[in-house]
């Protein structure tokens, strides 16, 4: 699934060459790993941000790798940056393949996360691209180094698996803990303006997109007081990814083998 949206408040297509436009066009894409889990996929939603020619992707999937470079490259953009928002326990990244076919791409994690990547992201840091501005936000919780991604530009914040549309991720392995997510979530993500859009690593019901608000006001895990999310995480009973033998020491090298 590829979804094209454009950012707001940016000057009119008209204006635009054929080039720029296709660039545009692709300041914003929204691409799906598999529509289940059961039907091979992981579920996983990757984004590619892009302004001025250059572009960011987030959590790139190693299956999509192909998908990727032609969606970089039917737009005439150039990969600068491939991000994971966490150490992925459900499939391995693509960044080691993106890089591996990139050469100069470099990789971006959270120090927190302890694995190896080329750009180690703190709370407070930004990434550029063009003239566009990421804030890294440090959501700890389902891992204890996950970020999110705050685009003021296109007013929408990138969870991964911090925030799921009416869900979150689940705190029962890589250092979970779901008093740490429910104070990421509440302290970090519910401060934003409740306009902003929610875009998820993953959504299991076919669902793009949420808002700060819509979360705040219904999502029926992250509505409830601290101790009764508490005991419903603890009883989740979620069976594990079924690639994280294969995912986790990957992602680790962030997918370079
Ligand atoms: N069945 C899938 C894994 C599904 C799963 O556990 N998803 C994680 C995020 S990926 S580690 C999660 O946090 N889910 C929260 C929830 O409430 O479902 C597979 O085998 O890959």
Do not use: W
């Not at 192909?66 to 970089?72: G, P, T």
């Not at 993500?189 to 808002?211: C, I, M, N, Q, W």
């Amino acid at each position: 699934m590829l979804t094209r949206c454009t950012a707001r408040g940016l000057p009119s297509a008209r204006s635009l060459s054929a080039v720029a436009e296709r660039r545009r066009a692709a300041e914003f894409l929204q691409l799906f790993d598999g529509d289940a889990p059961d039907g091979g996929g992981s579920s996983t939603y990757t984004y590619i941000l892009a302004d001025g020619g250059a572009a960011v992707i987030i959590d790139p999937v190693l299956e999509q790798v192909d998908r990727d470079l032609a969606a970089l490259s039917a737009s005439g953009l150039t990969l600068t940056l491939a991000v994971n928002t966490h150490c992925h326990a459900d499939h391995i990244t693509g960044t080691g393949e993106l890089k591996r076919r990139l050469p100069g791409l470099r990789s971006a994690i959270a120090r927190a996360a302890g694995a190896k990547a080329d750009v180690l992201l703190e709370a407070g840091e930004e990434i550029g691209f063009g003239q566009r501005r990421l804030r890294v936000l440090e959501t700890p919780g389902h891992t204890d180094g996950c970020l999110s991604f705050y685009d003021p530009s296109l007013g929408a914040v990138f969870t991964g698996d911090a925030l799921l549309i009416g869900g979150c991720g689940r705190t029962d392995f890589q250092g979970g803990s779901s008093e740490r997510l429910y104070r990421s979530v509440h302290e970090q993500l519910f401060t934003l303006p409740d306009e902003t859009t929610v875009y998820p690593a993953h959504d299991y019901k076919g669902r793009r997109s949420s808002t700060i608000g819509a979360e705040k006001a219904s999502n029926p895990r992250l509505t409830k007081p601290l101790a009764e999310f508490v005991d419903l995480m603890a009883n989740l009973n979620l069976p594990y990814p079924r690639k994280i033998d294969a995912s986790l020491p990957a992602n680790l090298a962030c997918g370079v083998f």
